[in-house]
């Protein structure tokens, strides 16, 4: 750190679901050119509680494979097992973690994923992403993702145009959602903003449909993100119920 600036640190202290209660002390020391020149007393109150694993505050933060990868190793998309592809998913894991210490769940495209979370995806659904033996110091150990996106911004639905296709494939995606991650609270993400306004199926069609729909699939939950003031001219004249007991019209 340069003469006349300063630097802001940020550490965080664990403390294990073990750990008895009470007034714990320590000491951080400072170094500077190898030699000690500070040592800051620091105490930590231990209190009788410990915090869910699961957060009560949802959280949703959206990252990409393209965008890790492009800063990490220059390419937008590299081939599967390639080492510019490991180097890409070695620092979303990375991201995962991250987040899930401060207990932010990350939702992404699905990188290499088509009616199913990819490969890379499941450790961090069933929490195994989350262990010392990953590296993973922190709370909510052994506890998976809470959130998946299906279709991020549109992707899978928008690349959709009959009732029939949308419907097989999101019966596919609950069924392995069912079998596999049942606690997962999973949602197809239908449109992004301008995009629900102008793609074909309209934002009110895929509605329609996927409440409709007679499959496994009517059991997701759909989320379409619209300018305020567009979006009733993108839903238009239409009423639907969702298998949650939700309705809504305009």
């Known amino acids: 750190i340069a003469a006349g600036s300063n630097q802001s640190i940020w550490a965080d202290i664990y403390i294990p679901k073990s ?26 109150n231990v209190r009788n509680f410990t915090l869910p694993d699961v957060p009560s505050s949802k959280t949703m933060l959206y990252t990409n494979y393209a965008d890790v990868s492009l800063r990490y190793t220059g390419v937008t998309y590299a081939n599967p097992g390639t080492a510019q592809d490991n180097l890409t998913m070695e620092a ?100 992004d903003e301008a995009d629900c306004t102008s793609q074909s199926p309209s934002l009110a069609t895929m509605l329609t449909w996927t409440a409709s729909n007679p499959g496994i699939g009517a059991r997701l939950r759909t989320m379409a993100t619209q300018p305020v003031l567009s979006a009733p001219s993108a839903l238009g004249d239409v009423t639907f119920n969702s298998p949650y007991g939700d309705t809504a019209a305009t």
């Open 19 to 44: 750990a008895a209660t009470g007034q714990y002390t320590g000491t951080l020391t400072v170094s500077e050119g190898g030699t000690t020149t500070y040592q800051i007393p620091v105490t930590l």
């Open 92 to 191: 979303m894991n990375a991201q995962r973690m991250l987040a899930h210490r401060h207990k932010i769940s990350l939702i992404d495209d699905n990188p290499n994923g088509t009616n199913a979370p990819s490969s890379s995806w499941l450790p961090g659904l069933s929490g195994t992403l989350f262990t010392v033996v990953n590296g993973y110091p922190g709370p909510s150990a052994n506890t998976g993702n809470n959130v998946f996106a299906i279709g991020a911004y549109g992707f899978l639905t928008g690349s959709q145009t009959s009732q029939a296709s949308i419907n097989a494939i999101l019966d596919t995606w609950e069924s392995w959602f069912e079998a596999n991650s049942p606690a997962t609270e999973r949602f197809v993400y239908l449109c």
